[in-house]
């Protein structure tokens, strides 16, 4: 894996930041999850997703690193 790779990953995500993405992992198997929610914070390594499923839930802070979207183990799309 390239480090300019990483970057660019990395650019992209902070460039994104405070907007709406639909989430989806892969998880193995033929499993995959599916979830919104904001970018709220990007340090060098990991970046982190604000999700919040309904109203009477809590909020849920996940993070993800730069190489789960090299890797294809996590897609961002950005919703309108």
Do not use: W
Not at 7 to 19: D, E, L, S, T
């Amino acid at each position: 894996m390239m480090q300019n790779s990483v970057n660019n990953v990395r650019n992209a995500v902070a460039n994104q930041m405070g907007k709406k993405v639909k989430v989806r992992i892969n998880r193995g198997r033929h499993k995959v999850d599916v979830s919104e929610g904001i970018i709220s914070e990007a340090y060098p390594n990991i970046f982190m997703i604000k999700i919040q499923e309904s109203d009477d839930t809590p909020v849920r802070m996940v993070s993800y690193s730069y190489t789960d979207i090299l890797t294809k183990d996590v897609e961002l799309i950005l919703c309108n």
